[in-house]
């Protein structure tokens, strides 16, 4: 098992899924049962997960728990799996918010159990592999197969609106991956024409040499199959819509963990692939993050329902970690995969408390509210901590990431950091605002005078994401120390190739790392 650590969290959730296509879900037993067995085996896969973190080496720049074997050989491709620090938090941070959000369903999914957890389950399978696919062509079979699943999350359990929003997801990822597929190709293609060797192994692609206006058109396609996930503006316009619609599991998986695929596609793929393209485009993803960052503030502001603010909110902390990305500084990058894991956690805690109170209201709107807190207080509490570590406020986990970006970033684009600063300011105003609204002054609305506070389940699901709260925001070292030196080498091979130039062969580079990688396969 040792050898295979990284398979076996990976497809561990389908196991889960075969005993829970045998329950009956006629009855409330069996209904139940299934339940229990999806949160046991996400519970499992998050104790596999400690393992890997038992074993991570930290001073070790490449990637560990490297599986390597043949696939599709006549084509050069191969089952080839690993995890370096880069990856390493955020596959974490999947396993650590599945079982959260699986518990957090309890009372909320009562129709179609069975499908609904054995969605759940394919869809974690298919976010770690994501995270942790070496292999080009196996990174692309997992990203298509979790549109599947947040596609039947959406579509199935959401709201009035879901079908529509649920194919304009669909419609806007695909289009993106199919242009990342035909410039896959473009750039194996071009790889064997220049080594005579036909793979898909991204060690190997790194450094491949192409002509100028490839390099700009391919990094293009895989940005903006990437942009969209994240989503950046102005390709944003999917993600309130799916948001909104989808049942609180999905709005949970979507921005914990699903918006983080987007940003860790250009730090894995787009930009060390093609640093060329990357440079080129530097000016525009600045500029397109700062306005992300700003406009999304200002938008969530003007919002009427929690769950659309909250949904607007993602739009200005994810501009903050491209913004991180393309400063290319240390403390940026460094930064801007903790703002990931961040925003994964407090937004995360958001939207499970906005779950809590819809599933007793059956509305959103900040106007059906005000006054809560004097009917719910322990709910008040959780919520407004969890408030204050979206707007960043110090010992809390939201003030790391964004200090370290903006730290970063004034080193190399000064106007950059000093506008994307004002979005903290407007993050405060629009969270606040909302807070004063929904939990102080009288209580108004008569229906909300018999709210009940959050029950024992809803307490325990929310602990842990406090606890993450504090903890990164007193103690970051613990997790900044994972990903220090694979920063360094991603920030120190980006750099070199930019400075070799996107016509010099940087083949030697790409020798050398995928001979690195066979000697860590034949080491285990």
């Known amino acids: 098992m040792n050898g295979l650590q990284l398979t076996y969290v990976t497809f561990m959730p389908l196991l889960g899924v ?17 339940k229990w067995v999806s949160f046991v085996t996400s519970l499992l896969v998050f104790a596999a997960s400690l393992r890997l973190y038992a074993g991570f080496d930290p001073t070790n720049p490449n990637f560990q728990f490297v599986e390597l074997a043949s696939w599709i050989p006549a084509y050069g491709i191969s089952y080839h799996m690993g995890m370096d620090g880069l990856a390493f938090w955020l596959v974490m941070l999947t396993t650590f918010l599945t079982p959260i959000t699986i518990l957090s369903t309890w009372k909320a999914i009562e129709k ?26 196996l990174f692309y079979i997992f990203w298509e197969l979790l549109l599947i699943p947040m596609y039947l999350i959406i579509g199935v359990w959401g709201g009035e609106r879901r079908i529509y929003a649920a194919i304009k997801f669909f419609l806007f990822t695909a289009v993106g991956s199919l242009l990342m597929l035909v410039c896959i190709i473009g750039l194996v293609y071009f790889h064997k024409e220049t080594t005579g060797v036909l793979t898909f192994n991204l060690l190997e692609l790194y450094g491949t040499r192409l002509p100028h206006i490839y390099e700009v058109l391919f990094f293009a396609a895989f940005a903006l199959a990437f942009a969209i996930k994240v989503p950046m503006f102005p390709l944003h316009t999917w993600l309130p819509d799916a948001h909104v619609e989808a049942p609180t599991a999905g709005s949970v998986i979507l921005a914990g963990i699903l918006l983080k695929m987007g940003t860790y596609g250009f730090m894995r793929f787009a930009m060390p692939l093609f640093p060329a393209g990357s440079e080129y485009f530097t000016p525009l993803i600045i500029t397109l993050s700062v306005i992300g960052i700003i406009y999304g503030a200002l938008v969530a502001m003007v919002q009427p329902d929690i769950k659309k603010l909250v949904a607007y909110s993602s739009v200005s902390h994810l501009g903050y970690c491209m913004l991180g990305l393309y400063a290319l500084t240390p403390q940026a990058v460094e930064g801007s995969i903790l703002q990931m894991i961040n925003h994964g956690i407090s937004t995360s805690a958001l939207f499970l408390l906005v779950g809590v109170v819809y599933e007793r209201r059956h509305t959103r709107l900040i106007s059906e509210y005000g006054g809560i807190a004097r009917v719910m207080p322990v709910y008040a509490t959780i919520f407004l901590i969890i408030t204050l570590s979206s707007i960043g406020l110090p010992s809390t986990n939201g003030f790391i990431g964004e200090f370290l970006i903006l730290l970063g970033t004034f080193k190399v684009y000064k106007a950059a950091a000093v506008l994307a600063a004002s979005g903290v300011i407007l993050g405060a105003v629009y969270m606040l605002w909302m807070v004063q609204r929904v939990f102080y002054g009288e209580v108004t609305n008569a229906k909300n005078l018999t709210l009940k506070d959050m029950t024992c389940r809803e307490v325990i699901y929310m602990l842990p994401l406090l606890v993450m709260v504090f903890w990164i925001g007193l103690y970051p070292n613990f997790f900044l120390n994972k990903m220090h030196v694979s920063v360094d080498k991603f920030i120190a091979q980006t750099k070199v190739e930019r400075h070799n130039g996107p016509h010099c062969p940087v083949q030697h580079a790409s020798l050398e790392m995928s001979q690195a990688a066979h000697g860590q396969v034949a080491g285990q």
């Open 18 to 34: 075969i005993p829970i296509l045998f329950i009956s879900q006629k009855g409330e037993a069996g209904k139940a049962l299934i």
């Open 112 to 137: 179609r159990v069975k499908e609904f957890h054995v969605a759940m389950l394919f869809l974690e399978t298919a976010m770690l592999g994501t995270f942790l696919a070496i292999d080009v062509f």
